[in-house]
């Protein structure tokens, strides 16, 4: 099983390549590998005072939300508001013009499409202040990690704060809503979290995560797929056709 050693973020990384890499990696989850934060993404995005450094727990506590929003009843919640949401976009960012970037608009689409799922934030300025300072952020975190006036990192660090200032702020207008409204039924993952008895900010690192975690990864396929159907466009007019 060939694999790399390498320096990355600060810390020393194996990069596990094919097939057999995936399938070590995946079959060894908690036996032979365990998830972790790199001490960059904790300094930058977590909150210091909450930060579990037992990696196996918190995987396994962030992985126990995700199964009630994966159900099938979810589902149907969940995917006209994503069906709506991506035409939406796609009417307001993409069909005015004759050529777009596809990998930015992705983003912007994933981020607003969690913000939504995630925290039921739907106002575009709302979105905006979260985005931002995200983008800062994660533009950082493949920086080299020193805190200085003046580098990436550090301006990842300062948009970091502000984002988990941001965040409290919302979870604590959702927690009061729960108590006032006396909310039996959580209406997106910080409802669920704040019902389960998570403190305002555990729930913040952890809504911090799953960012971080479906931000990219989506966008990049999505990109991908457009890519491709350009690339085909056999298969482009049958998916436009819907057969």
């Not at 079959?27 to 790199?38: A, D, E, I, L, R």
């Not at 508001?81 to 009417?91: P, Q």
């Not at 006036?149 to 959702?174: D, M, S, Y």
């Not at 008895?197 to 990864?217: C, L, P, Q, R, Y």
Request: glycine fraction near 6%.
């Amino acid at each position: 099983m060939p694999y790399l050693l390498h320096l990355v973020l600060g810390e020393g990384m194996a990069v596990f390549c094919g097939a057999a890499g995936n399938k070590f990696l995946f079959s060894g989850q908690n036996k032979y590998v365990t998830s972790w934060w790199p001490d960059s993404i904790k300094k930058a995005l977590m909150d210091p005072s909450s930060v579990d450094n037992s990696s196996k727990e918190e995987s396994t506590k962030l992985r126990a939300y995700l199964p009630p929003f994966l159900k099938p009843e979810s589902l149907q919640h969940f995917i006209p508001v994503m069906d709506i949401m991506a035409k939406e976009h796609l009417n307001q960012h993409w069909s005015p013009y004759n050529e777009v970037q596809v990998f930015p608009l992705s983003k912007k689409y994933t981020f607003a499409l969690a913000c939504r799922l995630f925290m039921s934030v739907t106002d575009d300025s709302e979105i905006e202040n979260f985005a931002k300072p995200f983008a800062l952020a994660t533009a950082g975190l493949m920086s080299v990690p020193i805190d200085l006036p003046g580098k990436t990192f550090n301006r990842a660090v300062k948009a970091g704060r502000l984002i988990r200032q941001r965040l409290l702020a919302l979870i604590t207008k959702k927690k009061n809503e729960i108590l006032e409204k006396g909310k039996t039924v959580a209406s997106d993952l910080v409802d669920s979290m704040l019902m389960d008895g998570m403190t305002e900010v555990e729930i913040g690192n952890k809504i911090v995560g799953f960012f971080i975690a479906s931000h990219d990864t989506t966008s990049t396929a999505i990109t991908f797929i457009v890519s491709y159907l350009s690339d085909y466009p056999e298969v482009y007019n049958r998916v436009l056709e819907g057969t």
